[in-house]
């Protein structure tokens, strides 16, 4: 779970570098800080354990989005994040 919640908070911390956008990177590290507090490890913890698939899920739609980010395919970068998102509301309904 620590690896996984560091890998996941490097992933997030370097793509809203990478923006360039300082409100974007504050917002997110604004996010990110709230990340590391004990909902989210329990969060994490519980889909790892009652929903295997679900980190793997997640480092799938990081792929899509740094591969539609690295084709400038702006279309395809929506699609992954909205994905992302819709994947992250789905967890934290069935909790």
Do not use: Q
Request: glycine share 4%.
């Amino acid at each position: 779970v620590d690896a996984f919640i560091e890998a996941d908070y490097l992933f997030h911390s370097y793509l809203a570098k990478f923006t360039k956008n300082p409100i974007l990177e504050d917002t997110m590290e604004g996010f990110l800080f709230l990340m590391r507090k004990h909902l989210w490890r329990y969060i994490k913890e519980k889909c790892i354990k009652e929903k295997n698939k679900s980190w793997a899920e997640s480092v799938d739609n990081h792929r899509l989005l740094v591969g539609a980010l690295r084709m400038k395919d702006k279309g395809k970068a929506i699609e992954a994040m909205l994905k992302h998102f819709e994947d992250i509301f789905k967890l934290l309904d069935g909790m």
